[in-house]
């Protein structure tokens, strides 16, 4: 700190972390309503969607609660450069926390879709393959003597 903090600051900090606390809890509980709602819907996208706001959402309202507490504090230059760079280090996981989350959903919701499911494996696979198999063909006639 750069000196003597006085009460001012302690209670503008102590506001912006409690509004970023406040935050979180009720984004925490709009997106948990909103992914409810996202699983009553046909498609998936809403649901994988909503769960990655309900993920990250929160955290990052607490970080933002946070960072105007430390803004609001005198704190020297090296303070505030290395909470800064804590924050959105705190920032950059939970992103790619829900980022995989998101990734890992969408594989998943994929692999369970109504085709995969009637025809016993995964319909690009099979897809694929036939692909595959035509160019192999495609090939042998290509590899095959001339009649001469």
């Known amino acids: 700190m750069t000196g003597a903090v006085s009460s001012h600051a302690w209670i503008v900090a102590a506001s912006y972390l409690a509004a970023g606390v406040v935050g979180a809890i009720a984004l925490r509980v709009l997106f948990t309503r909103v992914q409810r709602r996202a699983e009553r819907s046909r498609w998936r996208g809403n649901d994988i969607l909503a769960t990655f706001l309900r993920t990250v959402a929160p955290w990052i309202a607490g970080v933002a609660g946070a960072w105007g507490a430390a803004l609001a504090l005198p704190l020297t230059s090296?303070?505030?450069?290395?909470?800064?760079?804590?924050?959105?280090?705190?920032?950059?996981?939970?992103?790619?926390?829900?980022?995989?989350?998101?990734?890992?959903?969408?594989?998943?919701?994929?692999?369970?879709?109504?085709?995969?499911?009637?025809?016993?494996?995964h319909p690009d696979a099979r897809a694929h393959g036939k692909v595959q198999r035509l160019r192999h063909f495609q090939h042998q006639l290509q590899r095959r003597p001339a009649d001469g």
């Open 78 to 121: 090296t303070w505030r450069h290395d909470l800064d760079h804590a924050l959105v280090a705190v920032i950059v996981v939970v992103a790619s926390a829900g980022t995989a989350k998101v990734a890992g959903e969408t594989v998943r919701a994929r692999a369970n879709s109504h085709a995969a499911l009637r025809r016993g494996r």
